[in-house]
């Protein structure tokens, strides 16, 4: 998969076709991530979810994984040059840190990878997380029936057609994260469904096993 074909477009594309929905379930969880000390947004794109952290808690430290060269710069115009992040170019597949990280952040990443990937990715940043780390998962999803379910459905088609054809994205449906988190020791601690749950916003919290 690779994102930067996508990079120019990326913002007035999700302004024109979701206004404002996406970057609110984004930043629904923000406040849980006050004193918070080393914090990784993995597939951090156009930088919106940084920009909004930064923001917030301008002392704070941000890093940002991106594996697109051009998302990373477009992100990178988002920020002051005096904002504290630490910028990596890189595959979360390959990507390897020290220190474990007191909070993840995934935004409308986890949904790019099939159910192999999506084990790999979730067990390597399970592997860079503190015992008390928490994860913020924002992702489209699949309510469990009725109407809502009907429209998610064709909107993920739709959607996932789309990121195949422009990205290679490598996922064909979702594939809820839940139970490979779980298996890492995070427990659900709140979520929030946006748009009739075709978005959702997840605090997951590690505890001590
Ligand atoms: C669907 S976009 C989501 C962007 C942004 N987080 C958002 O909220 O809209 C997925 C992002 O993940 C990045 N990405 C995909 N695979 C990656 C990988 N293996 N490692 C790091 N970043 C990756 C892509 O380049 C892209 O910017």
Redesign the pocket.
């Known amino acids: 998969?690779n994102?930067d074909r996508l990079a120019p477009h990326y913002e007035w594309m999700?302004t024109f076709i979701a206004g404002n929905r996406?970057q609110r379930a984004?930043t629904c969880w923000l406040e849980e991530l006050r004193g918070r000390q080393r914090v990784l947004s993995?597939?951090?794109?156009?930088g919106?979810?940084s920009k909004s952290f930064v923001a917030r808690f301008p002392e704070s430290e941000v890093t940002v994984?991106?594996?697109?060269e051009r998302?990373l710069t477009c992100a990178q115009r988002h920020l002051s040059p005096a904002a504290h992040v630490r910028w990596h170019h890189?595959?979360?597949?390959s990507w390897n840190t020290d220190l474990p990280f007191d909070a993840i952040v995934t935004?409308?990443?986890l949904d790019?990878f099939p159910p192999d990937l999506l084990a790999t990715v979730v067990e390597r940043l399970a592997r860079c997380s503190a015992p008390d780390a928490v994860w913020l998962v924002?992702d489209f999803s699949l309510p469990a029936r009725g109407l809502a379910r009907w429209r998610a459905r064709a909107v993920h088609g739709l959607m996932y057609t789309f990121f195949r054809l422009v990205v290679d994205l490598p996922a064909r449906r979702l594939t809820p994260p839940d139970e490979l988190l779980r298996g890492h020791g995070f427990e659900l601690a709140a979520r929030r469904e946006f748009e009739w749950g075709l978005l959702r916003a997840d605090l997951w919290r590690r505890t001590a096993r």
Do not use: P, Q
């Not at 993995?42 to 156009?46: D, L, R, T």
């Not at 890189?90 to 597949?93: D, E, F, I, K, T």
């Open positions: 998969m994102f999700e996406l984004r993995v597939g951090e794109g156009h919106r979810f994984l991106e594996a697109s998302m890189g595959n979360v597949l935004c409308f990443f790019c924002v």
